[in-house]
């Protein structure tokens, strides 16, 4: 019967091992696995309670309207014609006014942010906003240096308080009242200060261009896309109120400030035209009182039809000469407004029917960097080399602007005088006409040029009256801000997991590393890892100091797994009448002896007859452990033909049926001693006498003896010990499985403690599915 026939379980190759048995490895170390999350967690708790800002993002769109594409009232057909008011509008121009440090600082003066509360805590203090003020300072003025100022209010009733601004003084005040400081005057109202008696309330006045700064890198400004003028707008921040009071509010200001810059611009036009009606008015009142004195004092009532055919064709003229006229008139008006404001920065009012183009795109270029002039000065000193660049083209271009107006007025004067020039032709035919009617027709004349320019021009007052209240915002909030319902960072999901893969981390990490720089076998994966030896059983640490725990009637759990151990080699030994056990191991001190004299006595107790040869004959240790007097032994026997096999064999006095052969005195040459043909008749006299042989023999880590006493062996059995045996002597037992090199090896796991962990609990397990198979073989 082969060894692998005799002992059919097997652990498995090292190269698959079972992950159960990896992960048992580790489970015995459950405490350590839980400690350590439970320490991570409550390291997660604490940090997300005290040293955490949970940090919100709200979001809103905007829709930016392009006047030229009809989306504003003021683009109406009957203002077509009004250059001033048409405008395109650039989404990254616009997105860098909704960044600019002048919008932001509105939108913080307006909302107060510039004033911070919070309430103290006992770690960090929490800010507070909007309806969960307790209190509300009101400011009357606050000096520049106020910036940082921050002083503590503590409630004390419905109506008083109490002030520390950290001088080494408390003040109370009543709410209401006006408080004077260094840094401002200021009050202090309650808004459900009750509920917050005796609280500290931390009160921190800080610099506005610090928050405008923050705010204008916090906020987020980009176009949903690139065809599109619709700008996403986002604010992080840990107040989600907050933030979204801030979106809101800019998208108000923004608009507002739009349409403020765009009333400007109409209402400089109206102040134009009501001084030039003003003027055009007074002119033709004079000229309609000319008219009535002369037709009174010549007692004209109607207008004679002679030379008709004459007249007619200088009223062609007249007509180009009025519209010549007005046209003069309309660039003097122009040269004159030009002249008049050489010193102030104001918009050139419309060109009002000029139709050359050339003094048109200067005009408009005047205009828009009048225009980009005002937007730049929000930001920057009027010492800028940037406004002052634009100084000096607006003085260039006023320049231009002059100097074509006048080339202009001369075309258009040359012209005039040509048609006055044609027009005497035909004033040669109508001589006959009465002189009175001559000079009337004169007066009607400029009449009606005074009266088609005042009519134009109360034409495009109404227009621009219309424009200044049909003004509508540039901007449409297509989406208030919304979000901040969950917080984007300190995700305490996130957070918390992690704790926990860290609390499961370390201590597998330590365990790991542990088990690397451990050299020692510490569970019986360590030994099923390096060899498919067949494992007999397990045997548990000896608590007591007794060489003998295997007795009748001890039921503990060591000589339970004793004999637990003899079960399976009853069955692993089927077949024989007279059994002899081999026991050794890697090295001295791994239990050889302690095992040897307790398997002997479980074997005994069965009412065999058993006997225990202690063949360690370099290092003899059964005599010492079981109390032996002094007598011969194998060796005596061996060197001696005086003395007889019965001399040398002793009874237990404390296991009935145990007999022990001891080493006798150390020889100089044990291996050569053992090789003679006496030993082998004693062993063959001797299973003549007993059922159970047990030879106690040297480690074969240290010395070969065992080899040589394997051809008297029915079973080998190998001794490995917890936190002793290094896991390299293993390959020790693994080449002998291998070579076979000693007659059918098992192993058994010695000094077993709950620290090196196992299925079954210690040992019990390894034997029954051994019993098990061995039925199977047997009935097989």
């Known amino acids: 019967?082969?060894?692998?026939?005799?002992?059919?379980?097997?652990?498995?190759?090292?190269?698959?091992?079972?992950?159960?048995?990896?992960?048992?490895?580790?489970?015995?170390?459950?405490?350590?696995?839980?400690?350590?999350?439970?320490?991570?967690?409550?390291?997660?708790?604490?940090?997300?309670?005290?040293?955490?800002?949970?940090?919100?993002?709200?979001?809103?769109?905007?829709?930016?309207?392009?006047?030229k594409t009809g989306q504003n009232l003021s683009n109406a057909d009957v203002l077509n014609d009004l250059s001033t008011f048409k405008a395109t509008r650039n989404i990254d121009n616009e997105i860098q006014v909704l960044r600019s440090k002048s919008l932001m600082t509105r939108v913080v003066t307006e909302l107060g942010l510039f004033t911070k509360y919070s309430i103290e805590g006992k770690v960090r203090d929490t800010e507070i906003y909007g309806n969960e003020l307790p209190i509300k300072v009101i400011l009357g003025k606050l000096e520049p240096t106020a910036g940082g100022v921050n002083f503590t209010v503590r409630p004390k009733s419905v109506d008083t308080f109490e002030l520390d601004d950290y001088s080494g003084h408390m003040y109370s005040y009543h709410f209401g009242e006006q408080i004077q400081k260094p840094y401002g005057t200021f009050s202090i109202i309650a808004g459900g200060a009750n509920k917050w008696l005796g609280t500290k309330i931390i009160v921190q006045f800080q610099d506005i261009n610090q928050v405008a700064n923050y705010y204008n890198s916090a906020i987020g400004i980009a176009p949903v896309n690139t065809r599109a003028s619709v700008l996403n707008l986002t604010l992080t921040d840990p107040i989600a109120g907050k933030a979204k009071d801030v979106l809101n509010k800019l998208m108000d200001v923004y608009n507002r400030e739009a349409i403020e810059e765009k009333n400007l611009t109409t209402a400089n036009t109206l102040k134009f035209l009501d001084d030039r009606l003003e003027?055009?008015?007074?002119?033709?009142?004079?000229?309609?009182?000319?008219?009535?004195?002369?037709?009174?004092?010549?007692?004209?009532?109607?207008?004679?039809?002679?030379?008709?055919?004459?007249?007619?064709?200088?009223?062609?003229?007249?007509?180009?000469?009025?519209?010549?006229?007005?046209?003069?008139?309309?660039?003097?008006?122009?040269?004159?407004?030009?002249?008049?404001?050489?010193?102030?920065?104001?918009?050139?009012?419309?060109?009002?029917?000029?139709?050359?183009e050339t003094l048109l795109a200067l005009i408009g270029k005047f205009n828009e960097l009048?225009?980009?002039?005002?937007?730049m000065l929000r930001t920057t000193e009027p010492s800028n080399p940037i406004v002052q660049n634009i100084n000096e083209q607006l003085a260039s271009l006023r320049i231009s602007i002059l100097e074509n107006l006048r080339n202009i007025k001369k075309g258009l004067q040359i012209t005039s005088n040509s048609l006055k020039a044609?027009?005497?032709?035909?004033?040669?035919?109508?001589?006959?006409?009465?002189?009175?009617?001559?000079?009337?027709?004169?007066i009607n004349r400029q009449k009606s040029i005074k009266q088609n320019i005042y009519s134009y021009l109360l034409q495009k007052r109404e227009e621009a009256a219309l424009s200044l209240a049909a003004t509508t915002a540039i901007a449409r909030v297509i989406d208030p801000a919304t979000g901040g319902d969950y917080p984007i960072s300190a995700n305490s999901r996130t957070i918390y997991l992690m704790a926990l893969l860290l609390g499961l981390a370390i201590p597998f990490g330590g365990i790991y590393t542990n088990n690397l720089l451990d050299n020692k076998v510490q569970s019986q994966q360590d030994v099923s890892a390096m060899?498919?030896?067949?494992?007999?059983?397990?045997?548990?640490?000896?608590?007591?100091?007794?060489?003998?725990?295997?007795?009748?009637?001890?039921?503990?759990?060591?000589?339970?797994?004793?004999?637990?151990?003899?079960?399976?080699?009853?069955?692993?030994?089927?077949?024989?009448?007279?059994?002899?056990?081999?026991?050794?191991?890697?090295?001295?001190?791994?239990?050889?002896?302690?095992?040897?004299?307790?398997?002997?006595?479980?074997?005994?107790?069965?009412?065999?007859?058993?006997?225990?040869?202690?063949?360690?004959?370099?290092?003899?240790?059964?005599?010492?452990?079981?109390?032996l007097p002094a007598g011969p032994g194998i060796t005596d026997y061996l060197v001696s033909?005086?003395?007889?096999?019965?001399?040398?064999?002793?009874?237990?006095?404390?296991?009935?049926?145990?007999?022990?052969?001891?080493?006798?005195?150390?020889?100089?040459?044990?291996?050569?001693?053992?090789?003679?043909?006496?030993?082998?008749?004693?062993?063959?006299?001797?299973?003549?006498?007993?059922?159970?042989?047990?030879?106690?023999?040297?480690?074969?880590?240290?010395?070969?003896?065992?080899?040589?006493?394997?051809?008297?062996?029915?079973?080998?059995?190998?001794?490995?010990?917890?936190?002793?045996?290094?896991?390299?002597?293993?390959?020790?037992?693994?080449?002998?499985?291998?070579?076979?090199?000693?007659i059918a090896p098992m192993i058994v796991l010695n000094d077993a403690k709950q620290s090196n962990g196992n299925n079954y609990g210690f040992g019990y397990g390894y034997g029954y599915p051994v019993k098990e198979k061995m039925k199977k073989k047997a009935t097989g």
């Open 641 to 742: 033909s005086d003395i007889l096999i019965s001399d040398i064999i002793r009874e237990s006095e404390q296991v009935p049926n145990l007999f022990i052969i001891s080493s006798g005195p150390i020889p100089p040459n044990p291996a050569e001693l053992l090789l003679s043909s006496k030993f082998a008749q004693l062993i063959e006299e001797l299973k003549e006498n007993f059922d159970y042989i047990i030879m106690d023999t040297p480690p074969v880590g240290q010395v070969a003896d065992a080899f040589t006493f394997s051809a008297f062996a029915d079973i080998s059995i190998y001794l490995v010990r917890y936190n002793m045996t290094i896991k390299s002597q293993l390959k020790i037992i693994r080449n002998i499985y291998k070579s076979k090199s000693l």
């Open 370 to 375: 009048q225009q980009e002039r005002k937007r």
């Open 531 to 627: 060899t498919p030896t067949p494992i007999l059983g397990e045997i548990s640490h000896n608590n007591s100091n007794e060489s003998v725990v295997v007795t009748n009637g001890n039921r503990s759990p060591i000589a339970e797994m004793f004999r637990l151990i003899r079960t399976n080699l009853h069955f692993a030994a089927v077949g024989r009448k007279k059994t002899v056990f081999l026991i050794t191991s890697s090295m001295s001190g791994e239990g050889k002896t302690f095992f040897s004299i307790n398997l002997g006595a479980s074997l005994a107790i069965t009412d065999k007859r058993t006997l225990l040869l202690d063949l360690d004959l370099r290092n003899p240790k059964v005599a010492q452990r079981l109390a």
């Open 279 to 356: 003027k055009l008015a007074y002119g033709l009142s004079g000229t309609e009182k000319v008219v009535e004195k002369f037709k009174s004092a010549n007692q004209l009532t109607d207008i004679t039809t002679q030379a008709s055919n004459y007249t007619s064709q200088a009223n062609s003229y007249d007509k180009q000469l009025s519209e010549w006229a007005i046209q003069i008139d309309v660039l003097e008006s122009i040269e004159g407004y030009l002249e008049k404001n050489a010193g102030n920065y104001s918009a050139v009012p419309s060109t009002l029917g000029i139709k050359d």
């Open 422 to 442: 044609s027009s005497g032709q035909f004033q040669s035919k109508i001589k006959k006409v009465p002189g009175m009617e001559r000079e009337l027709l004169e």
């Open 1 to 67: 019967m082969t060894n692998d026939e005799l002992f059919p379980l097997k652990t498995e190759q090292p190269e698959t091992a079972d992950l159960k048995s990896v992960l048992l490895s580790y489970a015995r170390y459950w405490y350590l696995f839980l400690i350590a999350v439970a320490l991570c967690l409550g390291a997660a708790f604490i940090y997300l309670r005290y040293y955490t800002v949970s940090v919100y993002s709200v979001y809103s769109t905007l829709l930016i309207k392009d006047e």
